[in-house]
């Protein structure tokens, strides 16, 4: 079971609290109070899932986010004190897989925490075989997409909503639908969520939205994956 948290947030008292409360629910929480150790935390520790503060000393949470990204796909949670849409959007943008403003209720973020780790958890053991899609190659063995044989480095997050719609192509997913599959929460904050996390995997398909290859949008209902190919296993 996934249970090892870094956190890194400069707020002493927030670590502790997070430390004590997160232990309660069988999480082991590690954190480090500046971007320079949480970095170097990151890598010797390899835990499951990273909290990551916006406002941090030197380098913000963003750039922070931004490193981690370079080589891993581990789940991020992004923290931000201003509660700016703005903020929010930027995290999801850089990679993030979901944000929470402070102040914030622990219960709330102990949600978030289990529903992104059993989300991982379950794609990993039920999602297995290969899709060919052209070019493109889904290994939902080692949750990896190539396209020409390279990887094109997609988060948890946006694995997992390729992985859904790769699954059943020709089916059009709405944005609540994928909000279910992906959170398994119904709310319309997370709307544009959806959209940055289409448009991210895009790009790095190098799929054109106006002559789309792979994921077509579907105006005013949502999403459908087209690449045509075979799925083993």
């Known amino acids: 079971m996934a249970n090892n948290i870094l956190v890194i947030e400069d707020d002493a008292d927030l670590q502790q609290l997070l430390k004590e409360y ?5 999480y082991t929480v590690h954190s480090e109070g500046t971007p320079e150790a949480g970095l170097e935390a990151l890598k010797s520790l390899s835990p499951d899932l990273l909290i990551l503060d916006v406002m941090l000393p030197g380098i913000n949470g963003f750039e922070v986010c931004r490193r981690v990204r370079q080589d891993s796909q581990i789940p ?4 931000t004190a201003r509660g700016d849409v703005m903020d929010r959007v930027a995290g ?3 990679g993030a897989d979901d944000y929470l403003p402070k102040p914030f209720e622990p219960r709330e973020l102990v949600a978030r925490i289990q529903s992104i780790l059993r989300r991982s958890q379950h794609n990993t053991m039920s999602e297995t075989g290969k899709g060919e899609f052209g070019s493109l190659r889904i290994d ?8 020409n044989e390279e990887d094109i480095g997609l988060t948890t997050n946006e694995f997992n909503a390729l992985a859904v719609l790769a ?15 992906l959170r398994g929460l119904d709310s319309e904050s997370f709307n544009r969520s959806i959209d940055i996390t289409m448009s991210r995997i895009r790009q790095k398909l190098g799929d054109d939205p106006k002559y789309p290859r792979y994921i ?6 949502g999403y459908v994956f087209i690449g045509q190919g075979n799925e083993d296993g």
């Open 22 to 26: 997160l232990a309660g629910f069988g």
């Open 76 to 79: 991020i949670i992004m923290l």
């Open 92 to 94: 999801l943008e850089i």
């Open 140 to 147: 939902f063995d080692v949750r990896a997409a190539l396209l």
């Open 167 to 181: 699954r059943n192509p020709g089916k059009t997913f709405s944005r609540d639908d994928l909000m279910q599959e």
């Open 216 to 221: 077509k949008t579907i105006w005013g209902t």
